[in-house]
């Protein structure tokens, strides 16, 4: 059961009302890790927890999982971290540091749980 008293308000707050993120280029499948100072930025709940699950590379598919949140709410909260410099999206999946076939995996995984 879903404690939250709206579940569709949640995000559109969390987003501040924004529905597109500021960088177009983050898709599920894309990876995403934490900048080494990010750890120790201010951030808030949503914002915190991407930063803590980002510690190794993972998708934007796993990083909503991990939220809880929809796609769309994760892929926005991601480009303001990476606007912000806290996050560092690869390009490439060969460009992600410790990419293993478990980590492609789990992308697939995360993917299909959408």
């Not at 949640?10 to 529905?19: E, K, Y």
């Not at 993972?58 to 996050?87: W, Y």
């Amino acid at each position: 059961m879903n404690d939250d008293p709206d579940p569709i308000l949640r995000p559109f707050i969390v987003t501040g009302g924004r529905t597109h993120p500021v960088d177009q280029r983050l898709r599920v499948e894309t990876l995403v890790s934490a900048a080494p100072a990010a750890l120790a930025a201010p951030l808030g709940f949503e914002r915190r927890r991407i930063v803590e699950l980002c510690r190794l590379p993972v998708s934007v598919a796993e990083i909503a999982r991990g939220v809880g949140v929809p796609v769309g709410v994760a892929r926005v909260l991601v480009a303001d971290l990476l606007a912000e410099r806290l996050v560092i999206v690869h390009a490439n999946i060969t460009d992600a540091p410790n990419v293993t076939r478990e980590l492609l995996e789990r992308i697939r995984d995360g993917v299909r749980a959408l």
